[in-house]
T-cell receptor
């Protein structure tokens, strides 16, 4: 079974600073990888996803993520954070070809942005 | 606009009462899911359904029940057997459960509080 770890529970950055949120997964082959964002009291919105091909993936709101097979990582980055990026971010991993398809989510990283 | 509608957004229940959360989607998706979210715990899968009239237990199904009589509807009942039902509940859907990339589309969530 697959698993995912988000090592940072809470990160605080200043507005305009760069951001990197860490995600490590465990899976025997190349997984499907996702980053979702959740504002307080809301559902989850997909930021970006990786299935195959180019390991650098561009998403919405200026986010990108890089799949590194050797490190089993899929870290989320943004060059300049805006106050509206304050939210909780979830990394998720899925197993291609599974008999029944489910995503496994990390426990999330809460991002606070200082003006 | 296509999407997933959850209702009610907020619900209060007395101990010992059953309560049903509604989830409706007009995305024509085959698969639907219910997740429970608690602070610091990420998302945990309660039940999922790949097709009408069929559903499977997720990781934390005890104390919950579902039905899938129509493709667009997947209601969740939180029964009195659920020992700690206060949580945020998220409904999601995907195009197909088998062989797809597994991207989930989420509703806005329902917050259940047991008094």
């Amino acid at each position: 079974a697959q698993s995912v770890t988000q090592p940072d529970i809470h990160i605080t950055v200043s507005e305009g600073a760069s951001l990197e949120l860490r995600c490590n997964y465990s899976y025997g082959a190349t997984p499907y990888l996702f980053w979702y964002v959740q504002s307080p009291g809301q559902g989850l919105q997909l930021l970006l996803k990786y299935f195959s091909g180019d390991t650098l993936v561009q998403g919405i709101k200026g986010f990108e993520a890089e799949f590194k097979r050797s490190q089993s990582s899929f870290n989320l980055r943004k060059p300049s954070v805006h106050w509206s990026d304050a939210a909780e971010y979830f990394c998720a991993v899925g197993a291609p070809g599974a008999g029944s398809y489910q995503l496994t989510f990390g426990k999330g990283t809460k991002l606070s942005v200082i003006p | 606009d296509g999407g997933i509608t959850q209702s009610p957004k907020y619900l209060f229940r007395k101990e010992g009462q059953n309560v049903t959360l509604s989830c409706e989607q007009n995305l024509n998706h085959d698969a639907m899911y219910w997740y429970r979210q608690d602070p610091g715990q990420g998302l945990r899968l309660i039940y999922y359904s790949q097709i009408v009239n069929d559903f499977q237990k997720g990781d934390i199904a005890e104390g919950y029940s579902v039905s899938r009589e129509k493709k667009e509807s997947f209601p969740l009942t939180v029964t009195s057997a659920q020992k700690n039902p206060t949580a945020f509940y998220l409904c999601a859907s995907s195009i197909r459960a088998r062989g797809n990339t597994g991207e989930l589309f989420f509703g806005e969530g329902s917050r259940l509080t047991v008094l």
